[in-house]
């Protein structure tokens, strides 16, 4: 047979095992003409080829998306770098009002106790909006020395208290979130 007679003509494959025809023959099992197949195989390329483009467009749109979540997550960030101490100022923004009240009442005023009543006012009203944002004051008088909290200045011989014990704060210190931004500065005892 040659190459074009091949294509037209049918296949004949023979039967499973024990199955024979009237004669004693095997059987033949016709399978479909080549050009029955290539059209059965154009439908399932078109087939595959339509889950492609669907999948590549699910592809393209969960890009875009991520594209869009990280543009959003790097402006949120940005503004969140931005704005961050919004609250903060908001807050201390009474503070300031009550020292300028407080100079302006000074201006003609001279008993110093009611200006040192609104000083302390002030200053109470400036530490209650430090501790609402985390902001605690390291005030160490009288206690032990603490290297990780307190930072000191000198050395100072005492016989009223026991070594390495603060007994005078220069500065105090400050941690926010019990993390610490200053140590206080102090003046520590030693044996005499």
């Not at 003409?33 to 669907?54: G, R």
């Not at 990280?70 to 503004?79: G, H, T």
């Not at 704060?169 to 400050?174: D, I, P, S, T």
């Not at 500065?185 to 005499?192: A, C, D, R, T, Y």
């Amino acid at each position: 047979m040659r190459k074009d007679e091949n294509l037209e003509a049918t296949v004949e494959q023979p039967a499973p095992e024990g199955i024979q025809g009237d004669e004693g023959v095997e059987a033949t099992q016709e399978t479909p003409a080549p050009e029955a197949e290539f059209n059965k195989m154009k439908e399932e390329l078109a087939e595959a080829q339509a889950k492609v483009d669907e999948y590549w467009q699910r592809v393209l749109r969960a890009q875009a998306e991520q594209d869009n979540m990280r543009k959003r997550a790097e402006r949120d960030v940005e503004n969140a770098h931005k704005y961050a101490l919004e609250r903060f100022a908001t807050e201390l923004l009474p503070v300031i009002d009550s020292l300028e009240m407080g100079l302006a009442a000074a201006e003609g005023e001279v008993d110093a106790e009611k200006i040192r009543e609104g000083t302390e006012l002030t200053l109470k009203m400036f530490s209650d909006v430090l501790g609402k944002f985390g902001i605690k004051s390291v005030d160490p008088m009288g206690e032990p020395f603490d290297p990780e909290l307190h930072q000191a200045m000198t050395l100072q011989p005492s016989s009223e208290v026991p070594p390495d014990t603060v007994t005078a704060v220069m500065q105090k210190g400050y941690t926010l979130n019990d993390r610490l931004i200053r140590p206080a500065m102090v003046i520590v005892s030693k044996e005499p």
